[in-house]
């Protein structure tokens, strides 16, 4: 691959990556990523997992199991993420007197310590980490955090214990809550960390094919409603097309003015608990699967301003504001299927962009990068992600 130069990495580092979030394979002392093929393999996902941290040599030329052909071969060639660190590459390095142009790699804290103390810490290439984050790719964002190491660090909020209510007594600033709520956390393995602690425990729960469910039939309704009393089928599709267009400047407002109001946040408890319930705890724990789409309750609570608006705007008639209204609830639906695949799906090139994209909103710059289904409205109003240099895991 001409025109990039490629990292030698550990094999620690190559059989940590055994996962959706991110997938290494390895032939011989070539190391592959393959996170953003899992799902377009042609035997699943599964078959590739079983293998992810692993060689694939012998199980890619095992005509019992499975034959790959020359094209397939060839497409792994273009997943080439590095070199594995074999032992003559490291004896090499040891025995250099630049071992970094061999091994360029993070060293742990405490062997940037070891390194300060011979002085030669500054020759190391640094790894950018963003300090609003703490984080340097998306990788990262599905690194288990160690609960007690991290209380005892940052003295914010305990995993293992009713975060709710550690919020609401937790006596923080709102400087100090935004600094810590937006530098991600992952609890056991993405599950959810408990909430409330009690029988209100599910309520804060939704699975994503919840919301295809019990969307999809009210708005199919409406659709209809509104198609029967509309003059013309051209003229139901336009409408409903306008409530379609209007959701993507409503999903980047709400996101935006709502969802990230931290600069005039309340410097209260009520302020910072309604942000945390809202939107706070999707940074803090933004790989969480069953808090990433919205929960119906608080959907129709925030809802019903918009049906009321709807029928505000085109007061003149029912049938053009519930065209409208459903054509913007089927904008919603497709937004949050959309943000749910985007963390936990491998999807196709225009997508994978866009995971990157939202992705880097997560990891590096939270203040920008507001759209989740579409950039558009980013670019409109200058709040787009400039593009990460280099590969992003």
């Not at 804060?204 to 409603?225: D, E, N, Q, R």
């Not at 709807?310 to 065209?323: C, I, L, M």
């Not at 980013?378 to 992600?385: K, M, N, Q, R, W």
């Amino acid at each position: 691959m001409p025109g990039r130069t490629l990292p030698t990495i550990t094999s620690i580092d190559v059989a940590s990556r055994n996962s959706a979030a991110s997938c290494y394979v390895t032939v011989g002392t070539n190391v592959y990523d393959v996170t953003d093929f899992l799902d377009a393999h042609p035997g699943g996902p599964e078959l590739i997992l079983e293998y992810g941290g692993k060689d694939v040599a012998e199980i890619m030329d095992d005509q019992i199991s499975h034959t790959h052909s020359d094209s397939a071969k060839d497409m792994l060639g273009e997943m080439l993420a590095g070199f594995l660190a074999t032992e003559s590459i490291t004896k090499s390095a040891v025995q250099s007197e630049q071992p970094e142009n061999i091994l360029p790699l993070p060293p742990t804290s405490e062997g940037m310590r070891e390194l300060r103390a011979n002085g030669v810490a500054d020759a190391l290439p640094a790894q950018q980490v963003y300090a609003a984050t703490g984080m340097s790719s998306a990788a990262d964002l599905s690194k288990e955090t160690d609960a007690n190491a991290d209380y005892q660090e940052h003295k914010f909020l305990d995993l293992n214990k009713p975060l709710l209510k550690q919020v609401w007594n937790g006596g923080f600033s709102r400087e100090f809550y935004l600094q810590q709520v937006h530098r991600p956390r992952q609890y056991k393995g993405g599950e959810s960390a408990p909430l409330f602690g009690n029988f209100l425990e599910p309520l804060s729960k939704t699975k994503w094919y919840v919301i295809p469910m019990v969307w999809l039939p009210p708005v199919a309704y409406g659709s209809f409603l509104a198609y029967q009393g509309l003059p013309s089928f051209l003229q139901f599709v336009l409408y409903w097309l306008t409530g379609l267009v209007l959701w993507t400047l409503v999903e980047y407002g709400m996101h935006r003015g709502l969802f990230h109001v931290d600069k005039y946040l309340p410097d209260n408890r009520l302020g910072i608990t309604t942000h945390f319930l809202l939107h706070g705890i999707h940074h803090y724990l933004p790989m969480d699967k069953l808090r990433l789409v919205m929960p119906p309750a608080l959907f129709v609570a925030l809802a019903t301003p918009f049906y009321k608006l709807a029928h505000t705007v085109f007061y003149w008639d029912w049938y053009v504001a519930t065209a409208v209204f459903c054509g913007g609830i089927f904008g919603y639906i497709c937004y949050d299927l959309t943000h749910y695949f985007l963390h936990h799906k491998t999807l196709p090139s225009f997508y994978s962009d866009l995971k990157k994209y939202h992705m880097q909103h997560h990891y590096q710059d939270f203040e920008n990068g507001f759209g989740v289904t579409s950039r558009f409205w980013d670019h409109v109003f200058g709040t787009e992600l400039a593009p990460r240099k280099g590969k992003s895991s």
